[in-house]
């Protein structure tokens, strides 16, 4: 959107380093002084609430998104739902389009058993008369399900998965380079002037990140009124080819090299590692790893103890499970124990200059960017979670 000259607002949620990086127009961070102000009012108004009424940390956080975005009024805003879309405050914005990205076992007392039920509870995120552009990783299995509640709900669905064919897929350490051709069309067919099928290429790493890439498409192409299954234009590959994302399968440092991610699924793991190892050896990669205690943190050990073979795990400041908890997992394997991110990063660092290592820092968001801010001679004790 911001390439076709629009002022595009983003509230995303997590943040890596300062709070502030989850308020966006454009590449701009909302400011300081804006942020403090809209903080004191936000706060004003939540001690007026009764005792068993007041804001948790997204609401609050919601709350000046919506104060700051009405005095800066961008063209366009996008939000990121905390959990599911039936019970969170971005419902309040009565969205006419939405994107689903994914679906996954996760938050389940609250979103619903299966996958099923949690894409309703995802759905509701979007008003009567809205579109909802699915993206390719949700399960195919739950197409027919989608569409029919969709359409309950006076909503449209729209697969992105349709819409093109990607071929001659390419994951390397800068990013990922695919192909494209309009689906339906014949073997012979042209998806540009040119003859042939269109080049693209993401500065994002893994497979995954390309159905991302075309569900972000779609839905700057709807929400302009363009047609979501035309060849893209030279302007939208550029845009694409330029986008990045901090703490997704991110090269934060060289000399030794280190990696981190922020994924706290299974399902996330799942997809980075293999990104991962698709241009990087796994016997030439040291992993730190840690879970988050409020996670998966048995299915995600085993995941990553199945896909390496060189470990020092440590328990991040910040909700870390403690180690014993998943040691077990990683029995027979090079294991080194730290006690906490500090130690980690510093071990870490050190050994893969010796041996001339990679390193990958996993598990979670806070394990990840402590491990970051602990390698770059930060405290990660001082770090601005909420």
Known sequence: LGARGLSAGCFTSPHLFSVRERFLIGERRIPQEAFERHAATVLAFNETLPDGDRLGAFEFLFLMAVMWFGEETPDVIVWEAGIGGRYDPVRTLRAGLVGLTSIELEHTQILGATE?????????????????????????????????????????????????????????????????????????????????PIAMRLALAGRHQIDNALTALALARIYRGDDPSAPPSREETDALAAMKWPGRLEHVASDPDLWIDVGHTPLAVDLVTRAYLEFAPRERTLVVFGVSATKDVAKIAELVAARFDRFILTCAFKSGAPVESFAQVFAGKDVTLAADTIEAARIAKARAAGEGLSVLALGGLFLAVETEHAWLGGDPRELDFL
């Open 116 to 196: 099923e039920l949690i894409a309703y509870d995802k759905i509701d995120a979007l008003r009567p008369g809205g579109v909802l552009a699915v993206s390719a990783e949700v399960p195919p299995a739950l197409r027919e399900r989608i569409a029919t509640y969709c359409a309950l709900g006076d909503k449209r669905a729209v697969f992105c998965g349709d819409h093109f064919e990607v071929g001659d897929v390419a994951n390397r350490a800068d990013g990922v380079a695919f192909t494209l051709t309009p689906a339906g069309a014949t073997s012979n067919a042209t998806a540009d002037a040119s003859g042939e």
